[in-house]
């Protein structure tokens, strides 16, 4: 079974419009980690933001919000006022810390675009 | 420099050629990590170091030799690819100081073409 699963492989925003990019999960340690990466067509994965499991609040990171349904499993990335710049590919990944490993499980990506 | 730095940027390789990747790291991690990015594939991790000493290889096959000879520098040497290698190569560094944290931060990549 797939340890992070992304429903969505497009996705298009208007410009200043709200998108949300769909995450969900699995695992069955109780300990993780939940990170949302952007990769432009440069290349480059650049860390968005972090939502720990124990964490009692949503994490946010200016335009950046992580939407954390714990029970559901899901952990939907929300980029509010959409800009131009934001047309890239997201990645949702999780580290397992129970298994005392390092790794991040990476999704299949999402491909934002942003319309003018 | 800052942040992770990756060389060469592209690479065209022949099935007989040895060629290498590397990666700095100017931030002061004691773990770095190589992920293979094939197209429309989820990033796949291949191999870990943590101050140095290798601690996971994902089966990666043996064409595939890492190399950290401190904490601030990574090897990938590569002989003997086959055309399926063909792939964006990341390489990332983080620190391991214990907790759920421990952002890892990754480099530009290195697209490899085997011809």
């Given at each position: 079974?797939?340890?992070?699963?992304?429903?969505?492989?497009?996705?298009?925003?208007?410009?200043?419009?709200?998108?949300?990019?769909?995450?969900?999960?699995?695992?069955?340690?109780?300990?993780?980690?939940?990170?949302?990466?952007?990769?432009?067509?440069?290349?480059?994965?650049?860390?968005?933001?972090?939502?720990?499991?124990?964490?009692?609040?949503?994490?946010?990171?200016?335009?950046?919000?992580?939407?954390?349904?714990?029970?559901?499993?899901?952990?939907?990335?929300?980029?509010?006022?959409?800009?131009?710049?934001?047309?890239?590919?997201?990645?949702?990944?999780?580290?397992?810390?129970?298994?005392?490993?390092?790794?991040?499980?990476?999704?299949?990506?999402?491909?934002?675009?942003?319309?003018? | 420099?800052?942040?992770?730095t990756q060389t060469p940027r592209h690479l065209v390789m022949g099935?007989?050629?040895?060629?290498?990747?590397?990666?700095?790291?100017?931030?002061?991690?004691?773990?770095?990590?190589?992920?293979?990015?094939?197209?429309?594939?989820?990033?796949?991790?291949?191999?870990?170091?943590?101050?140095?000493?290798?601690?996971?290889?994902?089966?990666?096959?043996?064409?595939?030799?890492?190399?950290?000879?401190?904490?601030?520098?990574?090897?990938?040497?590569?002989?003997?690819?086959?055309?399926?290698?063909?792939?964006?190569?990341?390489?990332?560094?983080?620190?391991?100081?214990?907790?759920?944290?421990?952002?890892?931060?990754?480099?530009?990549?290195?697209?490899?073409?085997?011809?």
């Amino acid at each position: 079974a797939q340890k992070i699963t992304q429903t969505q492989p497009g996705m298009f925003v208007q410009e200043k419009e709200a998108v949300t990019l769909d995450c969900t999960y699995d695992t069955s340690d109780p300990s993780y980690g939940l990170f949302w990466y952007k990769q432009p067509s440069s290349g480059e994965m650049i860390f968005l933001i972090y939502q720990g499991s124990y964490d009692q609040q949503n994490a946010t990171e200016g335009r950046y919000s992580l939407n954390f349904q714990k029970a559901r499993k899901s952990a939907n990335l929300v980029i509010s006022a959409s800009q131009l710049g934001d047309s890239a590919m997201y990645f949702c990944a999780m580290r397992e810390v129970g298994a005392g490993s390092y790794q991040l499980t990476f999704g299949k990506g999402t491909k934002l675009s942003v319309i003018p | 420099e800052t942040g992770v730095t990756q060389t060469p940027r592209h690479l065209v390789m022949g099935m007989t050629n040895k060629k290498s990747l590397k990666c700095e790291q100017h931030l002061g991690h004691n773990a770095m990590y190589w992920y293979k990015q094939s197209a429309k594939k989820p990033l796949e991790l291949m191999f870990v170091y943590n101050f140095k000493e290798q601690t996971e290889n994902n089966s990666v096959p043996s064409r595939f030799s890492p190399e950290c000879p401190n904490s601030s520098h990574l090897f990938l040497h590569l002989h003997t690819l086959q055309p399926e290698d063909s792939a964006l190569y990341l390489c990332a560094s983080s620190q391991t100081s214990g907790g759920d944290y421990n952002e890892q931060f990754f480099g530009p990549g290195t697209r490899l073409t085997v011809l």
